[in-house]
């Protein structure tokens, strides 16, 4: 039996109504575990549920249709990557899963251009382009206003990340864990990884199978109430805190076989560094990794998982 992680929800309209306190519970959570479960994220629920409707209508589509955007050499950084190529670093089985990535639009002639290709739109679904944009924006703005915290949780001016994320490379995952036969299924749909990235926020955690491990090398289940986000620490704030605030291995496991004929739908949105920023440790850490720019630090990842 798993048991559940100990955290409580922290409505995100505290970052606004009282800076001290929203980083004091926000960072208490996170150096505890690395997640925290936020309430009161300000974004529409009509939104979420527009741009999922959309995410069910693309990955319905028939197989050989999907395919058509899939980036070849692109590292899954835009379209689809179809199921069974990622893998968890490590892992020598790959991920019960399929996805699609929504990154940054940028103006022409933007310096960083050459890095952050442009987005696809799958034309068979109409609404696609503007749902989901919207819901990248949402969750952008969501994700800055979580930096505030942290930052003065960490010490730091409230606006420190605010330059740091300008034109940050961030990535909104569309995720889809197809159904499984349980004669056929292992116990795991993605397997133990950390996230490559500063912090991610995650809609679509209500549906079971989502484990942290814990200090004591313990798997603990993380149950978020109906209407919540899912935040935890990326790789990149990790190395940036010398390790203060800890990027805990996570996982999805298979659910209960009466479950298993259902799909799983969820949508982290990987917030990073713009990719020419030096990641490099601030002093006061445990551990100091050599500086590296978030570029260099998301290629190295991404051969990694087997992207690149």
């Given at each position: 039996m798993t048991l559940a992680a100990d955290?409580?929800?922290v409505p995100l309209s505290l970052v606004e109504a009282d800076l001290p306190a929203a980083a004091e519970r926000l960072g208490d959570a996170f150096a505890r575990t690395g997640f925290a479960v936020v309430a009161d994220h300000g974004i529409p629920q009509p939104l979420i549920d527009r741009a999922m409707a959309a995410t069910r209508a693309f990955f319905a589509l028939p197989?050989?249709?999907?395919?058509?955007?899939?980036?070849?050499?692109?590292?899954?950084?835009?379209?689809?990557t179809p199921f069974g190529v990622e893998a968890a670093k490590g892992q020598a089985h790959a991920d019960l899963k399929e996805f699609w990535h929504v990154g940054r639009d940028l103006p022409a002639g933007h310096p960083q251009a050459g890095v952050m290709p442009p987005n696809l739109w799958p034309a068979e679904v109409p609404d696609f382009q503007p749902a989901v944009s919207a819901l990248y924006a949402a969750l952008d703005a969501a994700g800055q206003r979580l930096l505030r915290a942290i930052a003065v949780h960490l010490g730091l001016a409230a606006e420190f990340f605010a330059d740091p994320v300008r034109d940050g490379n961030s990535i909104l995952r569309l995720l889809h864990y197809p159904p499984v036969a349980p004669d056929t299924a292992?116990?795991?749909?993605a397997g133990a990884h950390e996230d490559i990235n500063v912090i991610t926020l995650l809609l679509g955690a209500e549906e079971a199978g989502l484990q942290l491990l814990d200090r004591d090398g313990q798997w603990r289940a993380i149950d978020a109430p109906p209407g919540c986000l899912v935040c935890n620490i990326?790789?990149?704030?990790?190395?940036?805190?010398?390790?203060?605030?800890?990027?805990?291995?996570?996982?999805?496991?298979?659910?209960?076989p009466e479950r298993m004929s259902v799909a799983r739908y969820s949508t982290p949105f990987f917030l990073h560094?713009?990719?020419?920023?030096?990641?490099?440790?601030?002093p006061g850490g445990p551990r100091a990794d050599p500086p590296i720019t978030?570029?260099?630090y998301l290629v190295e990842r991404l051969r990694d998982i087997k992207l690149l």
């Open positions: 955290i409580t929800p197989e050989d249709v999907k395919r058509r955007y899939v980036v070849a050499g692109g590292g899954g950084q835009r379209g689809l292992g116990p795991i749909r990326g790789d990149m704030l990790q190395r940036l805190t010398g390790h203060r605030l800890p990027s805990t291995t996570h996982r999805v496991v298979n659910p209960a560094f713009r990719p020419d920023y030096l990641i490099e440790a601030l978030a570029n260099d």
